[in-house]
């Protein structure tokens, strides 16, 4: 297992319930899991602990069988605002967290150039974060992200903020990266859809209770397709199931 | 060019009020009002004895050394601030108040510790600009948005990287508003601090001027030294600003 939640619990000073309870959850290296949920269900809470930005409340967080403490390198989170820097260009923002660690420049650049290959940015390289569009600045970050070599990968709603068009088509991409790369994903999303098309394994929290509603495989082989009728059925069905458990 | 009609314009309105009010009229004592073309007399005098340059050198060189001082000190003191809660909470409210104050305020404490001298004017200095420009590190820290020093935490960043890789960059183009009106505080300063001693200096051929009834060698002073601080200012602050708001896309 590389990441264990153990009875994970987060309860913010000034709220009357717990946003977060009791939650259990192991993730297989490798594995992409998806956390859905209505918005205010503490699904971002839930990546900001395992990130170490906040801590819990009770419960444990382990990573590869330590405690996690603290953010660090080995659990990178790709935001939903992409969280480049406008003073850096766009492969002085791939190479940062490479710079960091204290990676030789010449595999920086070897590494960035790959990613960047892989996110298709390799021409707009030496553009200023400004002059790109928000879909290519979540790619930057996608890449920024994937040169990290985390044990896990956070992402917090990466492409929500984006236009629908240019979200279905990062999320193509991402499934396309991830059956290349095997990177162990925790993947937070409020789009039902979005989860079943990405994930092994869709985990529903409910907000009433913040604890896990449900935990669903997505055994639908990849590549995935929106239209067909198997993944039609099952996003349906959970649909149904965390809108259940929503009211 | 538009300026350079208005600032004719000016000029040309205030002969016209001279001749009007000293010349015409009589309501005004000539000695009590300056004139432009007595101060453009004046200002080619004192050039061509080498007095003006020499003063506006000086006060420049004063000027620098001090505010670099001023800067050294003030983002020492503003980085203690934001770093240390305890400081932010007790000692920020403190250089605030003393922020406030006039930098002539300073200058019975100057004479007294360090007598007429330029150590004194670089005292006055310093204490006239250097807790703005504390104020201003810590603002423009706090400033920051909070996901540039999320992203960096989550890549690695040790504390010694995010000041350097994150914190710097992120704040500097507060930071150099910060620093530019450090410098305008100083300017000021400087002069508070000159007009009390006897080294030549811009404040000291202003007074000077006051000394010999020379009205017309006072108004000079006053226009060098509001030119001087528009130079410092459109020349070196607002090009760099320019420089980093246009590489963000922010300009």
């Not at chain 1, 153990?6 to 946003?19: D, M, P, V, Y």
């Not at chain 1, 059925?233 to 009211?247: C, D, N, T, Y």
């Amino acid at each position: 297992m590389a990441l264990v939640l153990k009875g994970l619990k987060k309860h913010f000073e000034n709220s009357e319930k717990a946003t977060l309870n009791e939650i259990d959850l192991e993730i297989e290296s490798g594995e992409f899991v998806c956390i859905v949920g209505a918005s205010g269900c503490g699904k971002s809470t839930l990546l900001n602990l395992v990130a170490g930005l906040e801590k819990p409340t009770g419960g444990q967080i382990l990573l590869d069988g330590e405690e996690v403490n603290g953010p660090g390198a080995d659990r990178t989170v790709m935001f939903q605002e992409h969280g480049l820097f406008p003073w850096l260009n766009v492969i002085e923002n791939v190479k940062f967290g490479m710079k960091l660690a204290g990676v030789p420049k010449e595999e920086q650049e070897k590494k960035a150039m790959h990613y960047l290959e892989m996110v298709h940015l390799q021409d707009y390289k030496d553009y200023p974060i400004h002059q790109i569009s928000g879909g290519m600045r979540q790619r930057t970050a996608l890449a920024r992200a994937l040169t990290m070599d985390s044990k896990v990968l956070l992402m917090d709603e990466p492409f929500s903020a984006l236009d629908k068009q240019t979200s279905n088509r990062l999320r193509e991409e991402l499934q396309r990266i991830w059956m290349e790369t095997k990177k162990t994903i925790l993947f937070i999303t409020h789009s039902v859809e979005e989860a079943v098309y990405l994930g092994d394994r869709v985990v529903a929290l409910s907000p009433d209770t913040g604890r896990i509603a449900s935990i669903i495989s997505i055994d639908i082989p990849r590549p995935r397709h929106v239209y067909s009728p198997e993944f039609v059925e099952l996003r349906h069905q959970i649909m149904e199931q965390v809108r259940g458990e929503a009211v | 060019m538009g300026m350079i009609i208005f600032l004719v314009i000016l000029i040309a309105a205030w002969q016209g009020f001279y001749w009007i009010g000293v010349d015409v009229l009589g309501l005004w004592k000539p000695y009590a009002v300056p004139e432009p073309a007595g101060v453009a007399k004046r200002f080619v005098e004192l050039c061509s004895d080498g007095t003006l340059f020499e003063a506006t050198f000086n006060s420049l060189m004063r000027g620098i050394v001090g505010y670099v001082i001023a800067v050294i000190i003030g983002i020492a003191v503003g980085l203690l601030i934001n770093h240390f809660k305890y400081l932010q909470k007790n000692l920020k409210p403190v250089v605030l108040g003393v922020q406030t104050l006039p930098s002539v305020c300073w200058v019975p404490f100057s004479i007294l510790w360090f007598g007429l001298s330029t150590n004194a004017i670089l005292f006055v200095v310093i204490m006239g600009s250097a807790f703005s420009i504390s104020i201003s590190v810590d603002n423009a820290i706090k400033n920051i948005q909070p996901i540039y020093t999320k992203a960096a935490l989550t890549m690695g960043a040790t504390k010694k990287q995010m000041y350097i890789n994150v914190i710097f960059p992120a704040s500097l183009p507060e930071l150099v508003s910060g620093l530019k009106q450090g410098w305008s505080f100083a300017w000021r300063a400087l002069m508070s601090g000159e007009v009390m001693t006897t080294s030549i200096g811009l404040g000291q051929t202003l007074i000077m001027g006051r000394d010999l009834a020379d009205i017309n060698q006072v108004m000079l002073v006053m226009v060098v030294i509001v030119a001087v601080g528009i130079i410092i200012d459109k020349c070196i602050f607002s090009v760099i600003e320019k420089r980093i708001l246009k590489k963000r896309g922010l300009a």
